[in-house]
């Protein structure tokens, strides 16, 4: 808890959400994909994170992929450290979070937020789980689930707001 608090002290920026004491990060990003289930294709999605770390030590975040069938996935009032199911966030250091989702089967989602004053800088990371040789993803294209040899995040931008 102490970690969860001195890093939102250090990310609070004394402007507009000052009176909220609550810190809103913006992370966008395209990411690069080669389906290969149901049915064959390559194409670019772009994907949004918008993340609140409040001063009470819980996180709100909101995921969202453009496309023509687009998707968002909510998590509310979670605290750090493990949880059964969903995605799960962790201090690594003062200025250092990492939010983690584990696929049940196939991957590991990993978004890393590093800040420094009132920037930061997020890595993205999609990451096969022990024998898997697809990610199981949802398709912007086909609205469920589908198979992909390929998942790589670029042009990621990361914003304090």
Same mark, same amino acid.
């Given at each position: 808890m102490r970690s969860l608090l001195a890093l939102l002290i250090i990310l609070t920026i004394p402007t507009a959400y000052a009176a909220s004491e609550d810190t809103h990060i913006a992370i966008k990003y395209q990411i690069r994909s080669?389906? /290969?289930? %149901?049915? %064959? =294709? &390559?194409?670019?999605?772009?994907?949004?994170? #918008?993340?609140?770390? +409040?001063a009470n030590g819980t996180i709100e975040d909101v995921v969202g992929v453009e496309g023509d069938k687009p998707k968002q996935w909510e998590l509310k009032s979670r605290k750090l450290?493990? +949880?059964?199911?969903?995605?799960?966030?962790? /201090?690594?250091?003062?200025?250092?979070?990492?939010?983690?989702?584990?696929?049940?089967?196939?991957?590991?989602?990993?978004?890393?937020?590093?800040? =420094?004053? =009132? =920037?930061? #800088?997020?890595? /993205?990371?999609?990451?096969?789980?022990? &024998? &898997? #040789?697809?990610f199981a993803v949802y398709s912007t294209k086909l609205g469920t689930a589908a198979y992909y040899s390929q998942l790589e995040p670029f042009d990621i931008e990361c914003k304090i707001e």
């Open positions: 080669t389906r /290969v289930r %149901p049915t %064959p =294709s &390559q194409g670019v999605t772009t994907v949004n994170i #918008k993340i609140v770390l +409040h450290g493990h +949880h059964a199911t969903g995605a799960e966030y962790r /201090v690594i250091d003062s200025n250092t979070i990492v939010r983690t989702f584990a696929d049940p089967k196939t991957h590991v989602y990993t978004v890393k937020i590093a800040v =420094s004053g =009132s =920037s930061c #800088k997020a890595d /993205v990371t999609f990451a096969l789980k022990p &024998q &898997q #040789k697809e």
